[in-house]
């Protein structure tokens, strides 16, 4: 399969905890995108990255989020001290660059995290 | 800003008929409009897109897509639905020079046999 991945697919954790996701694109890929689906709602745009910079980050991200790509492949986005509010489906999406504005993000399958 | 509304929560249909689900934008400049549907327990699928050029945009899957610059909508179509078109429909808009995608709230289509 050479669409986006994610792992975990599901995370059950008590509040408090740390927990961190993973993302691989598609591998010529070179922007990354992470979002956030709460039950009900369109997925709301969190941060995304060029390569290995990470060029904007949105309000939603608080100071316990915090999101890497070393590499410029893979990404994680971790929460510190998570609160029962965290509880959503985090996606990650990748699209090329270049003419980056007129492609599409493909999306990967989600995580899944519930605090309790 | 960029906004989008999808007016409607649950559209439900028979089988053999027409599909439409609305969805109005709102962009600073020129609007970049995306399609994706969502099955239970998978990520999101691109169904189609609206750049420039003709309004009537075609898809995978038989959907297709109307861009009204004037009502501001970019309405989601197919002339026949399936039973197998029962799933949740986001509409999805970008502005001039920026990345991210802003998401309607989702519409629920349930196709009937």
């Known amino acids: 399969d050479t669409g986006v991945s994610q792992n975990p697919r599901h995370k059950i954790t008590k509040r408090g905890q740390n927990v961190t996701f993973r993302c691989d694109p598609i591998?010529?890929?070179?922007?990354l995108y992470w979002y956030r689906q709460t039950l009900g709602q369109g997925p709301e745009f969190l941060t995304y990255?060029?390569?290995?910079?990470?060029?904007?980050k949105s309000r939603l991200l608080s100071d316990r989020f915090s999101a890497e790509r070393p590499k410029g492949s893979f990404s994680t986005l971790e929460i510190q001290r998570t609160e029962q509010g965290d509880s959503a489906m985090y996606l990650c999406?990748?699209?090329?660059?270049?003419?980056?504005?007129?492609?599409?993000?493909?999306f990967g399958p989600g995580t899944r995290l519930t605090v309790l | 800003a960029q906004s989008v509304a999808q007016p409607e929560d649950q559209v439900n249909v028979a089988e053999g008929n027409p599909l439409t689900v609305k969805c109005t934008y709102s962009?600073?400049?020129?609007?970049?409009l995306f399609w994706y549907v969502q099955y239970p327990n998978r990520g999101l699928q691109f169904l189609l897109k609206?750049?420039?050029?003709?309004?009537l945009v075609k898809g995978s899957y038989g959907f297709e897509a109307e861009f009204n610059k004037s009502q501001t909508s970019f309405h989601l179509k197919k002339p026949s639905a399936l039973v197998s078109d029962s799933a949740l429909y986001f509409c999805?808009?970008?502005?001039?020079?920026?990345?991210?995608?802003?998401f309607g709230a989702g519409t629920t289509v349930t196709v009937r046999a």
């Open positions: 999406a990748s699209s090329l660059a270049g003419l980056a504005v007129l492609n599409e993000q493909f």
């Open positions: 591998s010529e890929h070179n922007r």
């Open positions: 990255f060029q390569n290995e910079a990470q060029l904007e």
């Open positions: 962009v600073s400049g020129n609007p970049y």
């Open positions: 609206y750049i420039t050029g003709d309004n």
């Open positions: 999805a808009v970008r502005d001039t020079n920026d990345y991210k995608l802003s």
